[in-house]
């Protein structure tokens, strides 16, 4: 995709002060500049849609998105690729390569990050667990607790990645399994209180390990309003502190720009979330001052 049709897919920028300090809108050589890529609930979308297709004609496809991915890294090489989850079933690529297929192209593109939505459950933990070495990128999970399964040690409750000097922290969060998946598919796999484990996360994070960003990858869902007290992404946002970016799934939720949220302590946070099937990508510009203050800008670029 040229420059203008990148420029013309782009949703309208917003700029978001974080933690009380309004920034102007450029970046000056003494601000750090960090961009966050995202995706969510890609299910298996290898190819773009056909161009008859009834709702999203001729959108998506991989190498689309690593077109994107490939220029936004050339404009700003402190980039991160996250994943909120469900990256499994829905094409008949899943079916004959249970997974395998969408690990590799990930991989290629050089993903950093991501969580486990329910659909990653559909071939059984052991499927799971099986496509594992085709990822060559990590996954994090900090409300399924692994310890009696084949996932234990290999995915983590949280990774932490610098980018030109900015110490970032991101941590995973799933749906409750029970109902949604087959109790034979996820075994022994136990689920944890989302706000609970993320004020633990947040605690570990922000007070232990000092991270300047802290993103959750909830594959929770972002707002149910048949059942409004249900745990969502939005519910997390206003219950927890010390979270910058809740990057969302599971829901389908298309954002044009990402959700202003008032924290537990009253101060901005963001919750984004891109729809489904890579039609579109997430983007979250973080600018950083002399002394870690941050704003941001987001928007959500058609693929």
Do not use: W
């Amino acid at each position: 995709m040229d420059r203008r049709k990148f420029i013309k897919n782009s949703a309208a920028a917003s700029l978001v002060t974080l933690g009380g300090l309004s920034l102007p809108s450029f970046t000056s050589k003494k601000q750090k500049h960090i961009t966050i890529l995202h995706t969510n609930d890609t299910h298996s979308q290898v190819e773009p849609f056909e161009k008859n297709h009834h709702r999203n004609p001729n959108k998506g496809g991989v190498a689309r998105r690593a077109t994107l991915i490939e220029g936004i890294r050339r404009e700003n090489p402190n980039t991160l690729l996250l994943d909120a989850g469900d990256i499994f079933q829905g094409t008949p690529y899943f079916n004959y390569f249970g997974g395998e297929l969408e690990f590799k192209l990930m991989s290629m593109l050089k993903y950093d990050v991501a969580t486990i939505g329910n659909h990653d459950f559909d071939n059984g933990i052991d499927g799971l667990y099986k496509q594992l070495p085709h990822a060559k990128f990590d996954f994090v999970s900090a409300n399924y607790d692994f310890k009696n399964t084949v996932l234990d040690t290999h995915v983590k409750p949280y990774k932490i990645l610098k980018r030109d000097v900015i110490k970032i922290g991101i941590f995973g969060l799933g749906v409750a399994l029970k109902g949604l998946v087959g109790e034979k598919l996820y075994k022994e796999t136990k689920y944890l209180d989302p706000i609970g484990v993320s004020q633990d996360m947040t605690r570990i994070l922000k007070d232990e390990e000092h991270c300047d960003l802290i993103i959750c990858l909830s594959h929770l869902g972002y707002f149910y309003r048949r059942n409004p007290s249900r745990i969502s992404d939005l519910n997390l946002a206003k219950a927890t502190k010390n979270i910058d970016l809740i990057i969302g799934g599971h829901t389908h939720t298309f954002l044009p720009k990402p959700t202003v949220v008032k924290n537990s302590e009253g101060e901005n946070m963001l919750v984004n979330q891109v729809g489904a099937y890579g039609i579109n990508l997430g983007r979250i510009d973080f600018y950083f001052d002399e002394v870690n203050e941050k704003t941001a800008n987001g928007k959500t670029i058609l693929v």
